[in-house]
């Protein structure tokens, strides 16, 4: 036998943990991958920002030297930005006011000057450690000169290391108080489920009738803690009939061991007058008797414990198979099928014809239909509050009909079991003869 379940707890970290652990590793995440995606998108934007204003810058400086309309400092707007016009050996021609007259912002050897305005990415200028630098060639008066024009970088690197300074703080806060809302969250949202747990370990530990406490709030867990006390109801009924089943056997049991004892003393403490073949005779009655209930409880011990073959049986012709075992004036009409186990319904049949054929003062008759076997006798029949009754585990309603025809009390429960376990039930009602109707049911198709 394997190890079972319960002998090995769990001593992990709680699902609260664990799902605790989840939500909050998930934030945290997905605010490492926003912080990042936002300083990215945010550097990007204000170089391309940044690339527009010197673009422009050139451009706009490129048209008035082309058109010699220079002022005498060339406009910025930008906080740093400076803009030169340097000639062709790379002296200053004219400049912003915050530049100077002699020192170029970069020198003309280090640009790299083509057709158009070129965008040099960051680089080092004379006035910057990082600059953005745009760079347009142009005439002016007639003379080749190069238009330069430069913004500095330190305020988007200061607001961008500010930003990243702060989402490192950022960061952990949120993800530590998320962590503990989803850990109040769920403590609140798991406290039925500990209820339930502990009611249930009650019950455990009882070894009895018990419930599982109920969530007031009608949801989920509502559903489940009404499903196991429904459960639980059902196993502690079961339990109730496998406790009944097992002392009335124990019952039955008695009564035919008594008598073989009785016998078996009277034997040894009379030798004399009891002579064998008498004794022979008195025991193999008890024996047989006994042998009958240990089969019936064999039986009712199967029923269930294995998927039942079921294929499409003809009824009448299971029904003539049990007619020749039983007594006379039995009357077969009809016909049908059923899709059932053969052997079962069989034995289902045979039951029912032969407690029919025990009790009828005359006749019996048994109607066949699809799905259908009714099976009616012309006896004293039985009382309708007792139609129940009769299919319970050794239930006799009269010793009379039942002891001396050597009945367990177990045919009739035997043969519902089997017909319920083939998907079908027994009923009984009035005959029309008379007596007593029992009729089976079985599914006349496949599913």
């Known amino acids: 036998m394997g190890p079972r379940r319960h002998e090995h707890p769990w001593h992990g970290p709680s699902l609260r943990m664990r799902l605790t652990l989840i939500a909050s590793g998930a934030l945290f995440v997905a605010l490492v991958v926003g912080a990042f995606a936002l300083t990215t998108v945010l550097s990007r934007t204000r170089l391309e920002a940044l690339d527009t204003v010197v673009r422009e810058r050139v451009a706009t400086i490129a048209a008035l030297a082309q058109d010699d309309r220079l002022p005498a400092a060339l406009p910025v707007a930008e906080p740093g930005e400076i803009a ?5 050996d790379g002296a200053v021609l004219a400049t912003s006011p915050n530049a100077s007259r002699t020192l170029p912002v970069v020198p003309l050897d280090a640009l790299h000057v083509g057709p158009g305005t070129t965008v040099g990415g960051t680089s080092a200028s004379a006035y910057d450690d990082e600059a953005r630098i745009a760079v347009r060639s142009a005439t002016y008066r007639g003379e080749p ?3 330069v024009a430069t913004v500095p970088v330190t305020e988007v690197r200061s607001v961008l290391d500010a930003l990243r300074l702060g989402l490192v703080v950022v960061v952990p806060l949120l993800t530590c108080a998320l962590a503990l809302v989803v850990w109040l969250i769920l403590g609140r949202a798991l406290r039925p489920v500990e209820e339930l747990r502990r009611g249930a370990a009650l019950v455990a530990s009882t070894g009895g009738p018990g419930s599982l406490p109920v969530p007031r709030r009608d949801d989920e867990l509502g559903a489940l803690a009404r499903t196991l006390n429904s459960m639980l109801d059902r196993l502690e009924a079961g339990a109730a009939r496998q406790r009944r089943f097992v002392a009335d056997a124990a019952h039955e049991l008695r009564s035919p061991l008594a008598t073989l004892r009785a016998s078996t003393e009277v034997a040894r403490l009379h030798p ?3 002579d064998t073949a008498e004794l022979a005779g008195d025991l193999e009655a008890e024996v047989l008797r006994m042998q009958a209930l240990v089969d019936d409880l064999l039986l009712l011990a ?10 499409c049986v003809d009824l009448a012709a299971v029904v003539r198979d049990v007619v020749p075992t039983t007594a006379g004036g039995l009357v077969v009409t009809g016909s049908g099928r059923a899709f059932a186990g053969e052997a079962a319904v069989g034995r289902v049949v045979r039951n029912l014809v032969d407690n029919a054929v025990r009790h009828a003062a005359a006749q019996v008759t048994v109607t066949v239909a ?3 076997v009714q099976v009616d006798d012309d006896g004293a029949g039985l009382a309708e509050q007792d ?4 299919f319970e585990r050794f239930v006799r ?3 009379a009909r039942e002891r001396d025809a ?5 045919g009739l429960s035997i043969a519902r079991e089997v017909a319920r376990e083939q998907g079908g039930d027994i009923t009984l009602a009035r005959s029309p003869l008379g007596g007593l109707r029992a009729e089976l049911r079985l599914p006349a198709d496949s599913p």
């Open 84 to 88: 030169q016009l340097l000639d062709a």
């Open 302 to 311: 199967r029923v269930g414990s294995a998927p039942s073959e079921r294929a």
């Open 406 to 410: 050597g009945g367990s009390g177990l």
């Open 387 to 390: 139609h129940e009754r009769v």
């Open 370 to 372: 699809d799905g259908l």
């Open 397 to 399: 309603l009269d010793d």
């Open 272 to 274: 004399d007058s009891y």
């Open 145 to 147: 000169v190069t238009v």
